[in-house]
């Protein structure tokens, strides 16, 4: 999943606040993390039509944190791309666990 703090927002219902947030799921690339790195690779769901696959979560269903790493090929980067446009920009993420080992020693 992925959010941004653009992606927060509440609504009210019968008098009671619902923190939410807009999220974009990831899929994993395969059964097994990358030999190289021992890191997983993942990209962005999609339905079978080819939208991307969004959905609004409660706020408290945010676990934690994930640090992703572009998978950047054999190709050169535009010098122009801003890092608020890596999401769109690249195809495919490393999950980065070895940021923060307390903050994402659960993942996958």
Do not use: R
């Amino acid at each position: 999943m992925k959010l941004q703090e653009s992606n927060v927002f509440s609504f009210k219902f019968n008098w009671v606040t619902y923190p939410c947030a807009l999220v974009q799921w990831f899929n994993k690339v395969s059964d097994c993390a990358d030999e190289n790195t021992g890191m997983w690779i993942i990209h962005p769901s999609v339905h079978d039509n080819g939208t991307p696959n969004f959905a609004v979560i409660h706020i408290d269903m945010v676990y934690h944190a994930a640090h992703l790493i572009p998978v950047y090929g054999p190709n050169f980067i535009a010098d122009d791309i801003k890092y608020f446009h890596a999401y769109d920009a690249f195809h495919s993420f490393y999950v980065n666990k070895f940021a923060d080992y307390h903050a994402f020693e659960i993942v996958l």
